[in-house]
């Protein structure tokens, strides 16, 4: 037996299958938050492929949310004389704190099918101070 069978020709579903859609995965449903995290798409609108055929899902037919990320940096500047200075920044990376989900579980026999599994670092702050001479 073939474990990667994308059509169902040996009568497994394998990391190379793609599930049916049965219904419309955007659609509203409860997106409350699972074992993993919170669910990104509608489970209940994929099926496994019935056996011997393809699926009518493609590939990347499900992608993870857009980012949106925005990143800021203060600094001032303080000559001292001449040919030296004082800088300080304050420096901030995901300002507005968005999650961001950089994964999600897309194996159609697990249990968290369509659960985010991770994501990106939350607000960075960081400040600095540098002599310039």
């Known amino acids: 037996m073939v474990e990667a069978d994308s059509a169902g020709v ?16 955007r659609s509203e449903f409860q997106r409350n938050v ?22 009518n ?6 992608t993870l949310p857009r ?8 600094l001032k500047h303080f000559p001292i004389k001449e040919n030296s200075s004082f800088e300080f920044r304050w420096e901030l990376y995901n300002i507005f704190n968005h999650t961001q989900f950089s994964d999600m579980d897309n194996s159609l026999t697990s249990a ?22």
């Open 10 to 25: 040996a009568n497994v579903v394998g990391t190379g299958s793609f599930a049916d859609i049965v219904s419309d995965p």
């Open 34 to 55: 699972g074992d993993e995290g919170p669910r990104l798409y509608n489970p209940a609108a994929y099926a496994e492929p019935r056996g011997l055929t393809f699926a």
């Open 57 to 62: 899902s493609g590939r990347n037919s499900i």
């Open 67 to 74: 980012r949106i990320n925005f990143d800021m940096s203060l």
């Open 112 to 133: 968290t099918f369509l659960e985010a599994t991770s994501a990106h670092a939350a607000r960075i702050m960081q400040f600095g101070a540098k002599f310039i001479f």
